[in-house]
């Protein structure tokens, strides 16, 4: 068949190109599981078709030639023309390129996403170990970009860290959806064949099957579901990073040599770039979600390239400019400093004020009363125009005394400091071990896959097992 032109380009050939230098393992390792389950149910020359995808897969995949369509059929070539049609048909008994390609794609994102999960820990980490290291460095916080109230630097840090604890785990709950298998759904309505489909997830490392067939290959929600997680942790992430702009620009973040370039022009710069292109790569990550959800949108509940095929390659555009913004903000933390006397140099008796306010509260004022008259007695907060005496005033408004007030829980008082960051460190460790399990069940899934016997494959309930007991024993950082 002669392809137009256009459509070669524009769709064959970028197709094949992407699936070619992206997906051709998770091709074999889709096609070897369910020509290993043929083989369990007796069908002729599944064996044979195990071994030949097994050897096949350690061979470079031809260039596009137009000769086939995409990686499948290009994969069935080769077993034709090397291992003869019937081996070649024989993987082919119940299968369609709808659940294979749905069951490779998540593979894919699957294994995209672990790493990327593996980016966002470190990056946690890293801010947890600056709230240690600057435990009790005092700052002003703004509010309406305003100096509002005194902070210190670990308190704002375990708050953006809090932040980004929920969008790692909206990641992980997206990634828990796409972490079932479509194999063996077929074209929508089921393989003719008894495959167990719970046994083929195993196989290549999926925590189960989708259960409807229909759904298995018609549904993108899985798609959507990422992009929408991407999308809240581009907007946490340019909050943080627009933070250290604003600290960056008065000199109180000074970000490292290598990630600050000079000016053309003026030689007195060093501008923060590596902020800005953090910034750049966060913020397209919240324009995924649009494109997904357009991809979903008006389609029937069918197979259908839309939210299939069209969707894979912008997911996979999202998962890299994640790991760069999640990359490049946790080098600008580790490799820059925080310029403690900046940090401070909003304060302010001004910035005190509402502690006044509780002063007088507390010696029997009325609220409102005492609200006009520390309006009254600024700018310094006069302590004349107040009725109390200086040193009174002065050791009440002290940063000492009004941390020391705040021991509620999350809040900016030493103790409460002290307890979020152990909860923090806690939680960090926990997700450190649920996410080596993780990848040591794909790991030792696919390991198992490429050395399974042949003849028996009831341990695959075992296999499970064994992927997170060595994931949980596992101490290496993800």
Known sequence: ????????????????????????????????????????????????????????????????????????????????????????????????????????????????????????????RVLLRLAEAHFGLPLVLATHHQPAQPSTLDHYLLGVGALLERDYRRLARALATLDRSPLGASALAGSPYPV????????LGFQGPVEHTLDAVAAGDYALELAFALAGLGASLSRLLTDLLAWAARGAFVVGESLAQG????????????????????????????????????????????????????????????????E?????????????????????????????????????VPLPEAYRRVRGALPGVRPELLGVEREELVAWMSLEAFFARREVLGGVGPRARQEALGKAKKRLREDRKALAALRARVRLARRRLLSEDLEGQEGLEGLREKGEVEGEEEEQEP
């Open 263 to 326: 000016s053309s022009f003026m030689p007195q710069k060093r501008n923060p770039v590596v902020l800005e292109h953090a910034r750049i790569r966060a913020g397209s990550l919240l324009g995924g979600a649009g494109v997904l959800a357009h991809l979903n949108h008006n389609t029937p509940f069918t197979d259908l390239n839309d939210h299939s095929t069209g969707a894979l390659e912008p997911l996979d555009a999202l998962l890299a400019e994640g790991e760069a913004a999640l």
């Open 328 to 364: 490049l903000t946790r080098v600008a933390l580790e490799e820059s400093r925080f310029v403690p006397d900046l940090l401070l140099e909003a304060l302010s008796p001004e910035v005190l004020a509402s502690e006044a306010v509780d002063l007088l509260v507390r010696k029997g």
């Open 196 to 203: 167990n489909r719970a046994r083929l997830a195993a196989l």
């Open 1 to 124: 068949m002669r392809w137009h032109g256009v459509y070669r380009r524009h769709v064959l050939a970028p197709h094949y190109r992407f699936a070619r230098e992206r997906l051709v393992p998770h091709f074999f390792d889709a096609l070897t599981a369910y020509a290993l389950e043929l083989a369990r149910l007796g069908v002729p020359r599944a064996k044979e078709a195990v071994a030949a995808l097994r050897e096949l897969r350690t061979l470079p995949l031809p260039s596009f030639t137009g000769e086939v369509e995409d990686v499948f059929f290009s994969i069935q070539l080769q077993l034709a023309e090397h291992w003869g049609e019937e081996v070649a048909g024989a993987v082919r008994r119940g299968l369609s390129r709808n659940d294979l390609d749905l069951t490779v794609f998540r593979a894919y994102l699957r294994d995209q996403v672990i790493a990327l999960l593996g980016d966002f820990w470190r990056l946690r």
